[in-house]
């Protein structure tokens, strides 16, 4: 079907409204909406966050290595998760969404790189996702899964 739109939704929601990218003769638009029981990027769930800031209970996710790329997502500030940090018996990096970093870390990009306790375990903030970065049923902090 030539000249045929045909629009996919992937999982998580930007504020970005699409990215079209040409395919033969197909356009495809990438809408980044919710579809949480769809999601195969990422589980959802809640962590006890304890920093030098706050004490709280946040939402989150355990994410695939794919979970920033098929968003369409780059760092803010510092960098996203690299393949190590996805195996096994490794220290826990995390990635803040930018909300997040602005409400409890109060935007100070020296957050990078310093630790937080998350569920009891260490983590170590390596990057904060871009403002417009909101995805719906995703949380605000995000770690590798392994």
Request: some cysteine; charged content about 20%; aromatic content about 10%.
């Amino acid at each position: 079907m030539e000249g045929w739109q045909q629009f996919i939704v992937i999982g998580v929601r930007s504020k970005k409204l699409m990215r079209t990218v040409h395919l033969g003769t197909v356009l495809m638009s990438a809408l980044f909406l919710s579809a949480c029981s769809h999601n195969q990027d990422y589980t959802a769930r809640q962590f006890g966050l304890v920093s030098e800031q706050t004490s709280e209970r946040v939402a989150g996710a355990v994410v695939t290595r794919e979970f920033f790329s098929n968003a369409g997502v780059r760092p803010y500030l510092g960098r996203l998760f690299i393949d190590s940090e996805f195996r096994p018996n490794r220290s826990v990096a995390a990635v803040l969404s930018y909300g997040i970093w602005q409400r409890l870390f109060h935007k100070r990009p020296e957050v990078i790189g310093s630790k937080i306790e998350l569920d009891n375990r260490l983590a170590v903030i390596v990057g904060i996702a871009e403002p417009d970065f909101e995805p719906r049923g995703a949380g605000e902090i995000w770690i590798p899964n392994s």
